[in-house]
């Protein structure tokens, strides 16, 4: 697996906000621009998505994707593993939150993306850069309202 991208940001919000607005995987198009729509296909004994499918588009790239979610280092990390998609031949992230203080909290976005068809690798990682970068100001903007 290629190098992955990541970002770190600092939202003025309260842990739980932040954790509550990252685990509503349904809620996703509501803040973020590149994800078009979100369907759960599975969930665990807990209720949570396990299995999602997403339509995403980047600008860059429209693709419609099946994530595993794994929920066991829940609720400081979330990851997730690209399952099936038409595009995509992999896809791997994580969400990592901790708190800073009572009203701050810090996100970092890893992102590692491969795809059917050759791309260098600096391109690649720039638009998982942009990727990213979008994903964490989109949700700052929403959690800061």
């Known amino acids: 697996m290629s190098d992955s991208s ?3 940001i600092s939202i003025d919000a309260p842990l739980a906000a932040v954790t509550e607005a990252l685990f509503a995987l349904e809620k996703y198009p509501e803040w973020s ?3 078009k729509a979100v369907e759960v296909v599975a969930r665990d004994e807990q209720g949570r998505p396990i299995k999602v499918k997403m339509t995403i588009d980047t600008g860059m790239m429209k693709d419609r994707v099946i994530l595993d979610y794994d929920w066991s280092q829940a609720p400081t990390r979330l990851s997730f593993s690209l399952d099936d998609a038409d595009l995509l031949t992999g896809m791997d992230g994580t969400y990592s939150v ?3 203080d009572e009203d701050t909290t810090e996100i970092t976005y890893e992102l590692t993306v491969s795809l059917s068809i050759a791309i260098p690798a600096m391109m ?4 998982e850069k942009a ?3 979008a994903a ?3 949700l700052k903007v929403t959690l800061e309202a």
């Open 6 to 8: 990541s970002s770190t």
């Open 33 to 35: 621009t590149s994800i």
């Open 98 to 100: 901790k708190s800073i």
């Open 124 to 127: 690649r990682q720039k638009a």
């Open 131 to 133: 990727t990213i970068d």
């Open 136 to 138: 964490l100001a989109q």
